[in-house]
């Protein structure tokens, strides 16, 4: 069990706004900055966000990330069919001198 | 364009060793932090070694004592020598690129399209 924890499943229709948590602690997010992953069906992950909320080149501003505290979240506005993915937090811990992902979010496009 | 490419996976006993390999081009792996990632078949990713540009390298507790990470400069090519594999090390095995912000923060840019491994008899 990941020391950061999201939601197993999310979902959403097309078009809507769906947000995926990643609650942490002080030792690893209260601390640290946060990266997001997308990995798509059948496919390697990719870089979706890094240092909290800076969007690498080629990602669509659909997709926002921000962090407060002990906890940071992604958020999906007008959601696509190709947005169904898994969705992976990831950061350093300090306490366990190592770094980590969340447990993975699915996303489900209804 | 940065090209990681995998190779070496497959099906192996319980036991057994594998080594994987990760084929670079676009930037040179012996100047830059690379690693490996997997995923578990139902779970999720899992940061499985990492090596610095002066050769230091680092591992999970997980994998401690059983995987090596190494490179050779020459070939501008990355390698993980997995030892008496379990079958709990089965999974897609990535090799990336880790980009440094300020200690310790730190993202996985580049990654391969993976390589599978299966550890059962």
């Known amino acids: 069990q990941s020391v950061l924890t999201q939601p197993p499943s999310a979902s959403g229709t097309p078009g809507q706004r769906v947000t995926i948590s990643c609650s942490g602690s002080s030792s690893n997010i209260g601390r640290n900055s946060v990266n997001w992953y997308q990995q798509l069906p059948g496919t390697a992950p990719k870089l979706l966000f890094y240092n909290n909320d800076q969007r690498p080149s080629g990602v669509p501003d659909r997709f926002s990330a921000s962090k407060s505290g002990t906890s940071a979240s992604l958020a999906i506005s007008g959601l696509q069919s190709e947005d169904e993915a898994d969705y992976y937090c990831a950061t350093w811990d300090d306490n366990l001198g190592t770094r980590m992902f969340g447990g993975g979010t699915k996303l489900t496009v209804l | 364009e940065v090209q990681l490419v995998e190779s070496g996976g497959g099906l192996i006993q319980p036991g057994g060793s594998l080594r994987l390999s990760c084929a670079v081009s676009g930037l040179t792996v012996s100047s830059n932090y690379m690693t490996w990632v997997r995923r578990a078949p139902g779970k999720g990713l899992e940061w499985v070694s990492v090596?610095?540009?002066?050769?230091?390298?680092h591992y999970p507790d997980s994998v401690k004592g059983r995987f090596t990470i190494s490179r050779d400069a020459s070939k501008n090519t990355l390698y993980l020598q997995m030892n008496s594999l379990r079958a709990d090390d089965t999974a897609v095995y990535y090799c990336t690129r880790l980009a440094l912000l300020t200690p310790p923060n730190e993202y996985f840019d580049f990654w391969g399209q993976g390589t599978l491994v299966t550890v059962s008899s």
């Open positions: 090596i610095y540009p002066n050769g230091a390298t």
